[in-house]
């Protein structure tokens, strides 16, 4: 079946550090990828996606990359701040009316001053 | 403001008894998902209309579960005979016309 995985966390990092947050998937067929979002006490945003190979999905800094080849849609930011504490979750879906959304567990961000 | 909106945002229950819950979809999505989350993982797929049309659901829904969408416009979650383990956050999406799903806030349920 269809699945996502992505690196466990927490990941701790200093204020202006790059981030790297890997995500993998199991799929058949061309998925669209997503990367959402949940800030304490919150629901999830979508952050940003991609709905084909080599298609870069891009906001507030990150970016992310679908790569069909590898199966990995890995997200990554130059320089983070205090503000991008959050859960970050990788998920996919297909451009379907019957389709679900297949979330990852989720990896936990944490941005010191 | 993403506009789903969820109700109650919190609710504390009784082992055994029934609850509901509500999601209010953006008016012009006709897909409609309900998902659980539990502590330290990713939400995990309960139920889908597209419309008024239950189309999918999951084997982790068990007959205790219920869920019900109306002339395809708010959707209703409901619980009976809560169990501690039903303890999680309830999350409703809608999708209009391409993938992205808008997430309402959640309701977070706690059994005692």
């Known amino acids: 079946g269809n699945s996502v995985t992505q690196m466990e966390g927490p990941v701790t990092l200093s204020e202006e550090a790059f981030l790297t947050i890997n995500c993998t998937y199991t799929?058949?067929?061309?998925?669209?990828l997503f990367w959402y979002v949940q800030y304490p006490g919150e629901g999830l945003q979508l952050l940003l996606k991609a709905t084909k190979a080599d298609d870069k999905g891009s906001n507030k800094g990150f970016e992310a990359t679908y790569r069909k080849e590898t199966t990995s849609f890995h997200l990554e930011k130059g320089s983070v701040q205090v503000s991008d504490s959050a859960v970050y979750f990788c998920?996919?879906?297909?451009?379907?009316?019957?389709?679900?959304?297949?979330f990852g567990s989720g990896t936990r961000l944490s941005i010191r001053p | 403001d993403t506009g789903v909106s969820q109700d109650p945002r919190h609710k504390i229950t009784k082992r055994g008894q029934n609850v509901t819950f509500r999601c209010d979809p953006i008016s012009e999505h006709n897909r409609l998902y309900w998902y659980r989350q539990t502590l330290g993982q990713g939400p995990e797929f309960l139920t889908y209309f597209q419309n008024e049309a239950q189309l999918e659901k999951s084997r982790l829904l068990s007959d205790r579960f219920s869920a019900e969408r109306p002339k395809g416009s708010f959707s209703t979650l409901e619980i009976q005979r809560t169990e501690q383990g039903d303890s999680a956050m309830y999350l409703c999406?809608?999708?209009?016309?391409?993938?992205?799903?808008?997430f309402g806030q959640g309701t977070r349920l706690t059994v005692v």
């Open positions: 999406a809608s999708i209009g016309r391409d993938t992205e799903a808008f």
């Open positions: 799929a058949t067929g061309y998925p669209s």
């Open positions: 998920a996919l879906s297909y451009y379907s009316s019957a389709s679900k959304i297949i």
